[in-house]
């Protein structure tokens, strides 16, 4: 899981790609870079470790020159998260020269390196997926080009290629030095693009009959920049803006369906974004509605005294689960900001470590009530495990402790740090042992299907959603018990 964002302006794009970046920093905290490019084609880049207001200055920003450029925020899936190496943007100097940022997991990663050593003749420096994935455009694209001008015709067959040759997620953004952006998504739509534009305007404010152009993985980034929503960039479909701003597309792919990742509507995304046609915050809500009536089904008559969230993802469903049980609602815990999302923190213990710096217990809250915890959902448990802990230090009487998801119990391979099935909570244990494991008195999960009915029921277009890490079914269909035990045993714990 990574955020990404490209830009076409009319003028300098490096501020507007900066506070897009500053959206998306919820999407990753371990590093972040800015590529742009002139019309000449020359290209400037700047990428280090850590969030977005930690890693650039002000003399970083104003050596970002150009009207067309992308910007990366990371959280590592492949690869070292305390590697700068392996920060995005990559670059590679031929054909023309190309510069990508990329969101989602490749899994044919062992087969492409191979490919590209021994077939392709390129050399890869990191263990990074992007890094293959930015090789494998650039030799598709050498492969391709016919005569002196590079032509849309052209990028799109590479991407075609592209798409015949890689697995996984992917969502990608690419500048094509003294061209224009490259935006493509994987045949499946796992990972999100969304793209937009508004009128160009000039110094004056007056409108100068173009228009400007920006892909993100979140539709927030378009409505905070004052662009106009266009669509969702369809699986395997590629997206290229020449740098006049003009809009050519096309579909590369031979198959394609849309089966977006469920977890973006759990946990990912922010909610006040709209991923394929569907309200993250709406989904949230439905997804509350669907598990109060589990919850009742499941836990004792008079077990509940009041419902509280795990802020903040967790409140919509919450707030519904109140709602629709007739159970006061109640905030617990209070927040502090300041401290990362413990999810994509690397390492379990800095993980657990960071739990109580995070949250603080309100034992007014808590004294003498049994107290209902709602999550929005529960992977490796050591969060949970330390807030229920918290529940019961600051005075409840029990703590029955509820997940909007399902139980996670497969690895998820598509772009989200969950890969070693020992790791998961879930993985091979009852709800029971769940719920001895953490130290609640009970444990209620959202069943499958109503997770599933939740999200689906925001948009007609969207028929099937990629819930690997709940069911185990992985719909690119190549993901076999081998890969999952090489990703188990090459993965930084």
Same mark, same amino acid.
């Given at each position: 899981?990574?955020?990404?964002?490209?830009?076409?302006?009319?003028?300098?794009?490096?501020q507007?790609? !900066?506070?897009?970046?500053?959206?998306?920093q919820?999407?990753?905290?371990?590093s972040?870079?800015?590529?742009?490019?002139?019309?000449?084609?020359?290209? @400037?880049?700047?990428?280090?470790?850590?969030?977005?207001?930690?890693?650039?200055?002000?003399?970083?920003?104003?050596?970002?020159?150009?009207?067309?450029?992308?910007? @990366?925020?990371?959280?590592?899936?492949?690869?070292?998260?305390?590697?700068?190496?392996?920060?995005?943007?990559?670059?590679?100097?031929?054909?023309?020269?190309?510069?990508?940022?990329?969101?989602?997991?490749?899994?044919?990663?062992?087969?492409?390196?191979e490919?590209?050593?021994?077939?392709?003749?390129? @050399?890869?420096?990191?263990?990074?997926?992007?890094?293959?994935?930015?090789?494998?455009?650039?030799?598709?694209?050498?492969?391709?080009?016919?005569?002196?001008?590079?032509d849309?015709?052209?990028?799109?067959?590479?991407?075609?290629?592209?798409?015949?040759?890689?697995?996984?997620?992917?969502?990608?953004?690419?500048?094509?030095?003294?061209?224009?952006?490259?935006?493509?998504?994987?045949?499946?739509?796992?990972?999100?693009?969304?793209?937009?534009?508004?009128?160009?305007?000039?110094?004056?404010?007056?409108?100068?009959?173009?228009?400007?152009?920006?892909?993100?993985?979140?539709?927030?980034?378009?409505?905070?920049?004052?662009?106009?929503?266009?669509?969702?960039?369809e699986?395997?479909?590629?997206?290229?803006?020449?740098?006049?701003?003009?809009?050519h597309?096309?579909?590369?792919?031979?198959?394609?369906?849309?089966?977006?990742?469920?977890?973006?509507?759990? %946990?990912?995304?922010?909610?006040?974004?709209?991923?394929?046609?569907?309200?993250v915050?709406?989904?949230?809500?439905r997804?509350?509605?669907?598990?109060?009536?589990?919850?009742?089904?499941?836990?004792?008559?008079?077990?509940?005294?009041?419902?509280?969230?795990?802020?903040?993802?967790?409140?919509?469903?919450?707030?519904?689960?109140?709602?629709?049980?007739?159970?006061?609602?109640?905030?617990?815990?209070?927040?502090?900001r300041?401290?990362?999302?413990?999810?994509?923190?690397?390492?379990?213990?800095?993980?657990?470590?960071?739990?109580?710096?995070?949250?603080?217990?309100?034992?007014?809250?808590?004294?003498?009530?049994?107290?209902?915890?709602?999550?929005?959902?529960?992977?490796?448990?050591?969060?949970?495990?330390?807030?229920?802990?918290?529940?019961?230090?600051?005075?409840?009487?029990?703590?029955?402790?509820?997940?909007?998801?399902?139980?996670?119990? !497969?690895?998820?391979?598509?772009?989200?740090?969950?890969?070693?099935? @020992?790791?998961?909570?879930?993985?091979?244990?009852?709800?029971?042992?769940?719920?001895?494991?953490?130290?609640?008195?009970?444990?209620?999960?959202?069943?499958?299907?109503?997770?599933?009915?939740?999200?689906?029921?925001?948009?007609?277009?969207?028929?099937?959603?990629?819930?690997?890490?709940?069911?185990?079914? %992985?719909?690119?269909?190549?993901?076999?018990?081998?890969?999952?035990?090489?990703?188990?045993?090459?993965?930084?714990?």
């Open positions: 899981m990574c955020g990404i964002v490209g830009v076409v302006g009319q003028a300098g794009v490096n507007e790609i !900066y506070d897009s970046l500053l959206l998306l919820h999407r990753g905290q371990d972040t870079g800015i590529a742009t490019a002139e019309r000449n084609g020359v290209f @400037h880049l700047f990428k280090a470790k850590g969030q977005v207001r930690e890693a650039f200055r002000t003399r970083d920003m104003r050596a970002l020159l150009g009207n067309i450029g992308l910007g @990366h925020v990371r959280y590592a899936t492949k690869g070292t998260a305390s590697s700068e190496e392996e920060a995005q943007p990559f670059y590679v100097n031929a054909p023309y020269g190309i510069v990508l940022v990329h969101n989602g997991n490749l899994t044919n990663t062992r087969e492409l390196t490919e590209l050593f021994r077939t392709d003749r390129r @050399h890869l420096n990191t263990s990074s997926d992007t890094e293959l994935l930015v090789n494998v455009l650039a030799n598709e694209l050498q492969a391709g080009i016919a005569g002196l001008e590079l849309p015709q052209q990028i799109f067959q590479a991407v075609s290629r592209v798409h015949e040759r890689v697995e996984g997620s992917y969502a990608a953004i690419a500048l094509i030095a003294g061209y224009g952006l490259l935006a493509f998504r994987d045949p499946f739509g796992i990972r999100p693009l969304i793209l937009g534009t508004r009128p160009a305007v000039d110094a004056e404010g007056a409108p100068t009959g173009s228009y400007e152009w920006i892909v993100a993985s979140e539709s927030l980034v378009l409505e905070n920049g004052g662009f106009e929503v266009v669509r969702d960039v699986p395997g479909e590629a997206v290229f803006i020449d740098l006049d701003g003009r809009l597309t096309q579909q590369c792919a031979s198959n394609p369906q849309l089966v977006p990742c469920s977890f973006e509507y759990v %946990y990912l995304a922010r909610p006040d974004s709209v991923m394929n046609g569907i309200s915050y709406e989904a949230r809500l997804m509350g509605e669907r598990l109060a009536d589990t919850i009742a089904k499941y836990t004792p008559g008079g077990a509940i005294d009041v419902v509280m969230p795990i802020p903040d993802s967790s409140r919509p469903a919450a707030m519904q689960v109140a709602r629709k049980l007739g159970i006061e609602y109640r905030e617990g815990f209070y927040k502090n300041y401290v990362g999302r413990t999810f994509i923190m690397p390492g379990q213990a800095v993980r657990k470590k960071s739990v109580r710096q995070k949250l603080n217990a309100m034992s007014s809250e808590f004294k003498g009530k049994n107290v209902l915890l709602i999550d929005d959902s529960i992977v490796r448990g050591t969060t949970s495990k330390e807030i229920i802990q918290m529940a019961r230090d600051a005075g409840a009487l029990s703590v029955t402790f509820a997940s909007a998801a399902p139980p996670v119990r !497969y690895p998820h391979v598509y772009g989200i740090n969950m890969p070693s099935r @020992h790791e998961l909570v879930a993985h091979g244990r009852t709800i029971p042992e769940i719920a001895k494991e953490l130290g609640a008195d009970y444990m209620v999960y959202q069943e499958i299907d109503d997770l599933k009915a939740a999200i689906l029921e925001g948009s007609p277009d969207v028929e099937d959603l990629d819930m690997s890490c709940f069911d185990g079914r %992985y719909i690119t269909g190549t993901v076999t018990d081998e890969y999952l035990a090489w990703v188990e045993g090459t993965q930084e714990s």
